[in-house]
């Protein structure tokens, strides 16, 4: 967990939350007339209560929420603690402070995700005219690019910023609306007062918590945008294996890859990232096993958010961040990108060619098996594809991969367009 998420989720930075929304909630009450007014100036110059301090108390209580509460109103005379919490159920104070925690995770998260963007877009134009084998079913295909590679990693992440932008505003929610949610005790102000405040909207009709298809919302964008890392980590995993090495890892002076091996690179940071993956998309679905409660609620999902939805945002927030740093610093092999377009003796000229003989009217499935024989009888034999075609009467000049990059100022001028969203 990199400092900045750690923060936001630590027990003092929740405690903060919670004061300020208790703060709040009693201001909304004294422009109700409701709650005197230095009751509240009381309750701003009280300290947040010290995790140890309600930790202390729940062991009296076993309640977190009334031991932070009693915590709270150490702190203040007893004629303004009196006031604190007036007309709230738990989790007015509980959601609503997540929904703003949250909320402001979700910001930073995004910005990991926008750096990502920016470097996956920026490398691609450095390599726009790097040349390589493109590999289906991780056999050669065709060439491409090592800029395209990347674009097409460039657009992935951008629609998991769509994805998160929609989840921020899906969780950015708060209640105050008092026990099953009927504003019985409260007056609906006090909710629009706190939820205004802390940038938040309000769940329309509350059950007395927020509804946890939100979070379920939310972490299924983390895991999307984990997958989307993973697949770039993958591919980059792929192309530094020995016998392909067109990329590799930047490695400090320290770096040991085995005990026993001296000789070892190992792709160590995009394994690390393949492996996070996997923990995001198994808190997403249990995201979803939380959204249906009994009634108006229980707490079986509580002890279990506890954990997923700061170790989601955590995990994706230190995924995006260390995968733009991996991009960033990654080492390219031109001259071996090109030497593997060679490897396989033309052979992945072959839709080329056969293109070509369509477009000079032969009939297509003639075309087809001339071309076949003759990357069949390179395969066998290793002659090369151009002297394969020229046994059957074939001779269509010098093959270059430059043929396959006619149309590739198209894909070029989208990803201008991306470059000009991530400015």
């Known amino acids: 967990m990199l400092p900045q998420m750690a923060d936001l989720f630590s027990d003092e ?3 903060a939350t919670y004061v300020r929304v208790e703060i709040l909630a009693s201001e909304a009450q004294v422009r109700l007339g409701r709650v005197p007014a230095e009751a509240v100036e009381d309750m701003r110059w009280a300290p947040v209560p010290t995790p140890a301090r309600v930790e202390e108390l729940e062991k009296e209580r076993e309640h977190e929420v009334l031991s932070f509460l009693a915590a709270y109103c150490e702190g203040m ?4 603690a009196r006031w604190v919490h007036l007309g709230m159920t738990s989790y007015d104070l509980v959601d609503t402070a997540l929904g703003h925690t949250l909320a402001r995770a979700t910001d ?5 995700a926008k750096r990502l963007r920016r470097v996956l877009v920026d490398k691609a134009f450095e390599h726009w005219d790097t040349v390589m084998v493109g590999r289906t079913h991780g056999v050669h295909a065709e060439p491409t690019t090592f800029g395209h590679k990347l674009a097409t990693s460039a657009f992935a992440v951008d629609r998991s910023l769509t994805r998160l932008a929609a989840a921020r505003e899906a969780v950015a929610v708060g209640t105050v609306s008092g026990s099953v949610g009927t504003y019985a005790l409260i007056d609906p102000y006090v909710e629009e007062y706190v939820c205004g405040a802390l940038g938040l909207g309000v769940e329309p009709a509350p059950s007395q918590v927020v509804a946890r298809d939100r979070h379920a919302q939310l972490l299924q964008a983390v895991a999307a945008l984990g997958a989307c890392v993973e697949q770039i980590a993958l591919e980059l995993r792929l192309l530094q294996r020995t016998e392909v090495r067109e990329v590799e890892e930047r490695r400090s002076t320290a770096y040991q890859g085995s005990s026993a091996m001296p000789h070892k690179r190992n792709p160590t940071v995009s394994e690390r990232l393949n492996g996070l993956a996997r923990l995001l998309r198994g808190y997403a679905n249990t995201a979803l096993e939380n959204v249906p409660l009994w009634h108006e609620r229980d707490i079986a999902h509580q002890a279990v958010e506890k954990v997923i939805l700061p170790d989601s945002l955590s995990v994706g927030h230190y995924q995006a961040t260390v995968a733009a740093d991996l991009v960033a610093s990654l080492t390219v092999h031109p001259d071996r990108m090109r030497a593997h377009i060679d490897q396989t003796d033309g052979l992945v000229y072959s839709s080329s060619v056969l293109a070509e003989l369509l477009s000079d009217g032969m009939e297509r499935e003639a075309a ?6 003759a990357a069949n009888h390179t395969i066998a034999t290793g002659e090369h594809f151009g002297e394969s075609l020229a046994r ?5 000049g010098v093959l270059r991969p430059e043929r396959f990059l006619v149309n590739h100022h198209v894909i070029r001028e989208r990803l201008e367009g991306l470059r000009r969203i991530a400015d």
């Open 13 to 15: 930075s929740r405690y």
């Open 368 to 373: 087809y098996r001339s071309v076949q024989a």
């Open 108 to 112: 930073l998260l995004t910005d990991a």
């Open 77 to 80: 005379p007893a004629s303004s």
């Open 392 to 396: 059957n009467g074939i001779d269509l």
